[in-house]
């Protein structure tokens, strides 16, 4: 997966007791390793059904080109290697194409084995003060989508209209259809790998949706604000 990196400054009002930080770096790490390995895993399945489509491809070319040559042999003589192709391309021992499952890959996936050194989550720059800031250093991709997620939650913590429940509701799925254009890429591939929009959805709930929330909380206690734009 190509990568290209840029940073991340998060503004705090506080910073909070030992545990409150911990938690804080466990969950923004957790966050970027979720969304990363995400991209990683729909990359692979793009990857994987296009080498599968040009081996198809080839060997359709192959039979065509064999095809051509086998008829126009006089009296068409047997050719078991002939009857072999057209038994592999269309009997029963064509292999079927099975969509892995998405929730399972997630499962068996290993972190530390698919994020590469240096596409690693650093901690760049801190600054001790209130308010403060925490400054990372990672992958595009993750980080733009964390930075897009504090930033629409801290515009709408600062609007008085989503003060009551009604209008809280309406806040988050706003903010639930501003996180879908920022993977709709992403949807649109696994869309066209096959997968059901049931799949899909469980799929990035699982890996974008609730790995983002857990930062949520750290915003209701201050610790986050939002990213810095400057």
């Keep these: ?90 009997a029963f021992n064509k292999p079927k194409d099975i969509l892995p499952n998405l929730l399972e890959l997630q499962g068996k996936i290993d972190i530390d084995k698919i994020i590469l050194p240096s596409d690693r989550l650093i901690i760049s720059k801190v600054n001790i003060q209130s308010p403060g800031f925490w400054e990372v250093l990672g992958s595009l991709n993750p980080l733009q989508q964390i930075r897009e997620y504090i930033k629409d939650r801290h515009e709408r913590k600062k609007d008085e209209k989503y003060r009551s429940r009604q209008e809280e509701e309406i806040g988050e799925l706003e903010i639930q259809e501003r996180r879908d254009r920022i993977i709709n890429q992403r949807i649109k591939t696994l869309r066209g790998l096959g997968y059901s929009d049931a799949e899909i959805r469980q799929f990035v709930t699982a890996m974008v949706i609730q790995p983002l929330n857990r930062l949520g909380s750290h915003q209701d206690n201050g610790q986050i604000v939002g990213p810095d734009e400057g």
């Design 1 to 90: 997966m190509a990568t290209e990196l840029t940073s991340l400054r998060i503004k705090a009002e506080r910073l909070g007791t030992v545990s409150e930080v911990t938690t804080l770096l466990i969950d923004l790490e957790f966050a970027y390793n979720s969304i990363y390995a995400f991209d990683f895993i729909v990359d692979s399945l793009s990857y994987d059904r296009e080498r599968k489509l040009k081996q198809v491809d080839e060997r359709f070319h192959r039979l065509r080109k064999y095809w051509k040559e086998f008829s126009i042999r006089k009296d068409y003589p047997f050719d078991p290697f002939m009857y072999e192709m057209f038994f592999e391309e269309y």
